[in-house]
Nanobody, 125 residues
Framework: QVQLVESGGGLVQAGGSLRLSCAAS????????MGWFRQAPGKERAFVGV????????DYIDSVKGRFTISRDNAKNTVYLQMNSLKPEDTAVYLC??????????????????WGQGTQVTVSS
């Protein structure tokens, strides 16, 4: 079993940056592809991006391409989401997830076995 804890959220002005971290304990971190999702009030959980076990492959939704970057450090059991040029529509709770679904199928919520509790990101205009 893998336990995931996100951190790094907060309040930022539009155009600003934040870096989220997701630390994993228990389990073998490097066995899992790691996804980032977000959930705004009243909306369903939505895919943001995913990184493969080795970090060699990533996939993002179009609306964050060029602004968000996912990376991971398997030695530290941590995955990161660097968010630049933030927009008010990026406001949501951001959650990380671990799963063994191939990256090509990593946009599905059902493809992940373990989830963190989330961290709030609020972007003011």
């Amino acid at each position: 079993q893998v336990q995931l804890v996100e951190s790094g959220g907060g309040l930022v002005q539009a155009g600003g940056s934040l870096r989220l971290s997701c630390a994993a304990s228990k389990g073998v971190f490097s066995r899992y592809n790691m996804g980032w999702f977000r959930q705004a009030p009243g909306k369903e959980r939505a895919f943001v991006g995913v990184i493969s076990r080795s970090g060699s492959m990533t996939d993002y939704i179009d609306s964050v391409k060029g602004r968000f970057t996912i990376s991971r450090d398997n030695a530290k059991n941590t995955v990161y989401l660097q968010m630049n040029s933030l927009k008010p529509e990026d406001t949501a709770v951001y959650l990380c997830a671990a799963g063994r679904t191939p990256v090509a199928e990593g946009r599905r919520v059902s493809g992940y076995d373990y989830w963190g509790q989330g961290t709030q990101v609020t972007v003011s205009s």
